[in-house]
């Protein structure tokens, strides 16, 4: 039943309810970064020495979530198996006296509560977080694209489930962009409410330069209260005949508030080449271990490609 009364008591029911789930989707070929992707998935791709998704897990346990559903489809086993426990490993790293190493691992099968659903068929953004309605069921839950890495100094996630917990309004990273760029991207306008965040006042998937409200692109993270999961239930596909979850939230804005939470750096979509390679370097500079060797080496090309 989908009436005002049912959205009036969904938004109460879920207003009490603290964040505690995530949904990350992970269904993409990852055709952009083929051949590696034919058998590897794009969220597998190492940075350093950690695949990509689980930076996505780590930044959503640092803010608090406990329980997390992946959303995969065929060919993403490996994703299960990293998050897996792995006795023999473990056992023949204790014998060899490599305990660090065998807690590392202990520890990263206990990282959150995992879940995998499957996506039967590639039908969308929004169709795939629509695949965790049952798991999610009547509370608020943030979405992580399983392949943005998002750099904890960016604080986007808990600054998104601070302004929940403030407005108990849905929520939406968003960041400004180039205009030329924002056609590979959901648009949004937007009010200037306080400090990083803005009340959303539409929002238009992948519109061309000419035709984009804003240079504000949403993001890899989403915030939604359960009322989301009805109205992608009610999307038709849109831009590339996919159910796209921004039709949703078009939707959505007639029912709820949703409010921008803007940042402006520390993003990184690995699904680019470019911004991998990004990701990598910024991520090894950082690195205790590697940090101070690694900057020799950029120091010694950047002086032999006349960089600096
Ligand atoms: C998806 C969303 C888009 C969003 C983007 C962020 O697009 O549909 O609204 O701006 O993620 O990365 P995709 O990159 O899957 O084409």
Request: net charge negative; glycine share 8%.
């Amino acid at each position: 039943m989908t009436n005002s009364t049912t959205t009036t008591n969904s938004a109460a029911n879920s207003a009490a309810k603290p964040v505690r789930k995530a949904v990350i989707p992970a269904a993409g070929l990852g055709t952009r970064f083929l051949p590696f992707t034919k058998a590897v998935p794009k969220e597998m791709l190492p940075v350093v020495d950690r695949p990509v998704i689980q930076y996505v897990i780590e930044e959503a346990v640092d803010a608090g979530i406990e329980d997390i559903i992946i959303i995969t489809s065929r060919y993403k086993k490996s994703i299960e198996d990293h998050f897996d426990r792995l006795l023999e490993l473990e056992d023949q790293l204790e014998a060899k006296g490599k305990s660090d190493e065998a807690k590392g691992l202990r520890q990263l099968a206990d990282l959150a509560q995992l879940h995998f659903v499957r996506q039967g068929e590639a039908l969308g953004l929004g169709h795939a977080i629509g695949t965790a309605r049952n798991h999610v069921g009547d509370e608020p839950f943030v979405v992580l694209l399983g392949d943005d890495i998002m750099h904890r100094k960016a604080g986007v996630l808990k600054g998104m489930i601070d302004a929940y917990n403030q407005h108990q309004s849905s929520v939406v990273a968003l960041m400004e962009v180039p205009q030329n760029d924002i056609s590979a991207y959901g648009c949004a306008a937007a009010n200037p409410m306080a400090d990083r965040l803005v009340e959303v006042t539409s929002l238009v998937e992948k519109p061309a330069p000419e035709d984009a409200p804003s240079n504000l692109a949403v993001m890899g993270r989403y915030l939604f209260t359960p009322t989301i999961f009805e109205e992608i239930a009610k999307t038709n596909p849109g831009v590339g005949g996919e159910i796209q979850i921004t039709d949703a939230m078009v939707s959505l804005l007639d029912r709820e508030k949703l409010l921008g939470f803007t940042f402006s750096e520390g993003r990184f979509d690995t699904g680019k080449k470019i911004d991998y390679l990004r990701a990598v370097v910024e991520m090894a500079l950082e690195r205790d271990d590697l940090g101070h060797e690694f900057r020799q080496i950029l120091s010694d090309i950047a002086k032999r490609e006349n960089l600096c």
